[in-house]
Structure formats: structure tokens, C-alpha cells
Nanobody
Framework: QVQLVESGGDLVQPGGSLRLSCAAS????????MSWYRQAPGKEREWVAR????????DYSDSVKGRFSISRDNAGNTVYLQMNNLKLEDTARYYC?????????WGPGTQVTVSS
């Protein structure tokens, strides 16, 4: 069964950096694209970034483009989200997801709080 476990979230000051990890298991990781989502209190879950199966194509939402970078390690079944120049509005719980499948599998997420 699909399992996704996010980690790396923390309390960070504006302008700081953080690297999130998502450990995947239960499926052929290298055959699927992966995405990052986030959800802030009182708001709908928002797509943040996606990386294709090979890691060659990466896409980002306008709000994070230029600041965040998604990557993957197929040998290690892990997808990462490098977050730089963090802003207050980046505060949210972050989740990873297997891209382009009808069933959404969500891990526990990891909390990112940007505050002075």
C-alpha cells in the first residue's frame, strides 16, 4: 500500500530556508511524478510543485516560483522541496502526493511556520 511520510518542517524566520523530504513506499516510485501541496488554516489545499518521473521536468505555482525547488532521488524513493526566502504566507502544513492518479494518498504532512 502507498505510504508517504513528510518531514523537515520547522519554525523559521522570514527569509530563511528549509528542506522538506517525503519518503515514499508501496509503489514503483520511479514510474510516477510527484507533487507537493500545502494547506494553511481555513484555506483549501493548494498545489505547490510537481516533478515528473525522470526528474527532468519541474513545475511550480506562481507564488513559489523562483524560491522553491523540487527534486527527487529515485534510488532512495524520496522527493524533496527546497524552500528559500521563506515568507509569512508560506506558513502551512506541507504534503506530498503521487501525481496524476485518481486516488490521493496523503501522509501526515509536516508543518512549516514562518514567523519573526
Amino acid at each position: 500500500q502507498v505510504q508517504l511520510v513528510e518531514s523537515g518542517g520547522d519554525l523559521v524566520q522570514p527569509g530563511g530556508s528549509l528542506r522538506l523530504s517525503c519518503a515514499a513506499s508501496g509503489f514503483v516510485f520511479s514510474a510516477f511524478g510527484m507533487s507537493w501541496y500545502r494547506q494553511a488554516p481555513g484555506k483549501e489545499r493548494e498545489w505547490v510543485a510537481r516533478i515528473d518521473e525522470t526528474g527532468r521536468r519541474r513545475d511550480y505555482s506562481d507564488s513559489v516560483k523562483g524560491r522553491f525547488s523540487i527534486s527527487r532521488d529515485n534510488a532512495g524513493n524520496t522527493v524533496y522541496l527546497q524552500m528559500n526566502n521563506l515568507k509569512l504566507e508560506d506558513t502551512a502544513r506541507y504534503y506530498c502526493r503521487v501525481s496524476r492518479i485518481s486516488t490521493s494518498y496523503w501522509g501526515p504532512g509536516t508543518q512549516v511556520t514562518v514567523s519573526s
